[in-house]
């Protein structure tokens, strides 16, 4: 089941082999599952259909929908082919109000890896009280450590030096919130490990109640929260334990009830990319009112949950007083092949990084790319991207693969072979994650 092969079909799309990737874990939570794996082929096929627009502002009877919550117990009554529906939005931003640009003009996303043990880790696993044993890789049996010493250097410029200070001093009174999914929640993770040595333990606090996790910073009035949110749109993957895993259902126009909880946030990051990686995807639309779904291949719903997305910052967030980050897709190292032809394994046993320039594996998907480029490119004045990808491409090196806590018990077929296990997805701390938020910083 481990073959990547490119089908020579006559669809006018892409046929793709679908990684199916379903985490789902709490922070404080003993009953956490990751599962990785994989889907026969599954062949999109965009029918020639009518488009119609729909603009996502929702009253009356929709709004009282929208605000009904999906869970695992939500239920499509039919299935029928997508009608071809699109979200239409438009951007409000006045375009000669321009956000604070950086004076600088360096492109901070591309550079190189450099070994350097003198200034980092920027923290140690063990001192940070808020790991996660998803990622506490060094704890879970890891011994090679030369993921934790690697330096992002851009090829024109300098980073700004991490400094926990300075940027509590620029989270001051102020709501920093990330939204997404897990390996959101990681960067989420690490950056309060980043950030919380400088405040003493009893001025520090956390709130583990899910999906909203807030850890707060008395002193500094500022709160660094995540909230749990794979899909951006609601949907019943929203509850981060308890979700259903063989029926994908949400709402393409609807971003209520998680708007509800980040739009008091003065800083947001987002990301969504992986869940949508795992085949078709239910649309419930906000004016159905009989639980009729339509079924639509991920990418073109990531589409419609971007659309609506862009759709709640065009309009109703202003970008001189908050800041809305996107982070890119985070990529996967499942197959070592694409890094080392001939090879059968995956992230399993890979020591350091690659050092092969535009390195892009099949995990980071161009179509995602281009999509998440076209949306972003008009929000420009809005959001700021953290193109996270092509960097982190080269981190072979940085998952956990079996070094974290699984979830379930692993059976002695998979204990004989570790690679058949191995998490190639997450990034072990500290580590690349880290990285991310040194961007963030450097951009804030
Ligand atoms: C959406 O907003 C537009 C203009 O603000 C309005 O004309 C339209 O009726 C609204 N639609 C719904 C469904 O509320
Ligand atoms: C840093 O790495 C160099 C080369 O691998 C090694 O000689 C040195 O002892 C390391 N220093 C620390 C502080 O780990
Ligand atoms: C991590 O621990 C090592 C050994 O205890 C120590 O030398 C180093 O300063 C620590 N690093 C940080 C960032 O606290
Ligand atoms: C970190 O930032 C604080 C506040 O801006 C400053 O006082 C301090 O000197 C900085 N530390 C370093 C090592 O640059
Ligand atoms: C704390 O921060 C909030 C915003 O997050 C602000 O409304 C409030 O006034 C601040 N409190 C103080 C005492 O500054
Ligand atoms: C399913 O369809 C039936 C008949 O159209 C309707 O009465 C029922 O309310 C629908 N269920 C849901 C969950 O919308
Ligand atoms: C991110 O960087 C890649 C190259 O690494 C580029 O192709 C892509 O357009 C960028 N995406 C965004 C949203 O900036």
């Given at each position: 089941m481990?073959?990547?092969?490119?089908?020579?079909?006559?669809?006018?799309?892409?046929?793709l082999?679908?990684l199916v990737?379903?985490?789902?874990?709490t922070?404080?939570?003993?009953?956490?599952?990751?599962?990785?794996?994989?889907?026969p082929?599954?062949?999109?096929?965009?029918?020639?259909?009518?488009?119609?627009?729909?603009?996502?502002?929702?009253?009356?009877?929709?709004?009282?929908?929208?605000?009904?919550?999906?869970?695992?117990?939500s239920?499509?009554?039919?299935?029928?082919?997508?009608?071809?529906?699109?979200?239409s939005?438009?951007?409000?931003?006045?375009?000669h109000?321009?956000?604070?640009?950086s004076s600088e003009?360096?492109d901070?996303?591309?550079?190189k890896?450099?070994?350097?043990?003198?200034s980092?880790?920027?923290?140690?696993?063990?001192?940070?009280?808020?790991m996660?044993?998803?990622?506490?890789?060094?704890?879970?049996?890891?011994?090679?450590?030369?993921y934790?010493?690697w330096?992002?250097?851009?090829?024109?410029?300098?980073?700004k030096?991490?400094?926990?200070t300075?940027?509590?001093e620029?989270?001051r009174?102020?709501?920093l919130m990330?939204?997404?999914?897990s390996?959101?929640?990681?960067?989420?993770?690490?950056m309060i490990?980043l950030?919380?040595?400088?405040?003493?333990?009893?001025?520090?606090?956390?709130?583990?109640?899910?999906?909203?996790t807030?850890?707060?910073?008395?002193?500094?009035?500022?709160?660094?929260?995540?909230?749990?949110?794979?899909?951006?749109?609601?949907?019943n993957s929203d509850?981060p334990v308890?979700?259903?895993?063989?029926?994908?259902?949400m709402r393409?126009?609807?971003v209520l009830?998680?708007?509800?909880?980040?739009?008091?946030?003065?800083?947001?990051?987002f990301?969504?990319y992986?869940?949508?990686?795992?085949?078709p995807?239910?649309?419930?639309?906000?004016d159905?009112?009989?639980?009729?779904c339509?079924?639509?291949?991920?990418?073109?719903?990531?589409?419609?949950?971007?659309?609506?997305?862009?759709?709640?910052?065009?309009s109703?967030?202003?970008?001189?007083?908050k800041?809305?980050?996107?982070?890119?897709?985070?990529?996967?190292?499942?197959?070592?092949?694409?890094?080392?032809?001939?090879?059968?394994?995956?992230c399993?046993?890979?020591?350091?990084p690659?050092?092969l320039q535009?390195y892009?594996g099949?995990?980071s998907?161009?179509?995602?790319?281009?999509?998440v480029?076209?949306?972003?490119s008009?929000?420009?004045?809005?959001?700021?991207v953290l193109?996270i990808?092509?960097?982190?491409?080269?981190r072979?090196?940085?998952?956990?693969?079996?070094?974290?806590?699984?979830?379930?018990t692993?059976?002695?077929?998979?204990l004989?072979?570790?690679?058949?296990?191995?998490?190639?997805?997450?990034?072990?701390l500290?580590g690349?994650?880290?990285v991310?938020?040194?961007?963030?910083f450097?951009l804030?």
């Amino acid at each position: 089941m481990q073959r990547w092969n490119r089908k020579k079909a006559h669809f006018p799309l892409l046929v793709l082999f679908f990684l199916v990737f379903i985490v789902f874990s709490t922070l404080h939570s003993e009953h956490s599952i990751q599962q990785i794996h994989e889907n026969p082929d599954h062949v999109l096929n965009h029918q020639q259909v009518p488009t119609a627009y729909v603009k996502p502002n929702l009253s009356g009877g929709e709004l009282k929908r929208a605000a009904e919550i999906l869970d695992r117990f939500s239920r499509c009554n039919t299935t029928k082919e997508y009608s071809g529906r699109k979200i239409s939005w438009v951007d409000h931003s006045n375009k000669h109000i321009q956000r604070r640009v950086s004076s600088e003009s360096c492109d901070v996303f591309s550079g190189k890896w450099v070994f350097d043990n003198s200034s980092y880790p920027l923290y140690n696993e063990s001192d940070c009280p808020y790991m996660s044993d998803q990622l506490a890789c060094h704890k879970h049996g890891r011994s090679d450590l030369g993921y934790r010493y690697w330096r992002w250097q851009p090829h024109n410029c300098n980073l700004k030096r991490w400094n926990a200070t300075e940027m509590w001093e620029k989270l001051r009174n102020k709501r920093l919130m990330f939204v997404g999914d897990s390996l959101n929640r990681g960067q989420w993770i690490s950056m309060i490990c980043l950030l919380q040595s400088v405040i003493p333990e009893h001025k520090r606090s956390i709130t583990p109640n899910a999906p909203l996790t807030i850890f707060r910073a008395e002193e500094y009035n500022a709160t660094v929260e995540f909230l749990w949110a794979p899909l951006l749109v609601e949907s019943n993957s929203d509850d981060p334990v308890n979700h259903r895993l063989d029926e994908r259902i949400m709402r393409p126009d609807s971003v209520l009830n998680h708007a509800l909880k980040w739009e008091h946030a003065d800083i947001l990051i987002f990301n969504t990319y992986l869940w949508w990686r795992q085949g078709p995807v239910k649309l419930l639309w906000t004016d159905e009112e009989n639980g009729a779904c339509e079924e639509l291949d991920g990418l073109g719903a990531m589409e419609l949950a971007m659309g609506a997305w862009a759709d709640w910052v065009s309009s109703k967030f202003d970008p001189l007083k908050k800041r809305v980050f996107f982070v890119t897709m985070s990529p996967t190292h499942l197959w070592s092949r694409e890094w080392n032809p001939g090879s059968e394994g995956n992230c399993y046993g890979e020591k350091s990084p690659i050092d092969l320039q535009s390195y892009w594996g099949s995990g980071s998907d161009l179509g995602t790319m281009r999509m998440v480029d076209k949306i972003l490119s008009r929000l420009s004045s809005k959001v700021t991207v953290l193109n996270i990808t092509q960097l982190s491409e080269y981190r072979k090196d940085g998952h956990p693969s079996i070094f974290r806590k699984f979830w379930e018990t692993l059976r002695p077929e998979q204990l004989s072979n570790p690679a058949s296990y191995s998490d190639c997805i997450h990034w072990c701390l500290p580590g690349v994650s880290d990285v991310w938020n040194e961007l963030l910083f450097h951009l804030l």
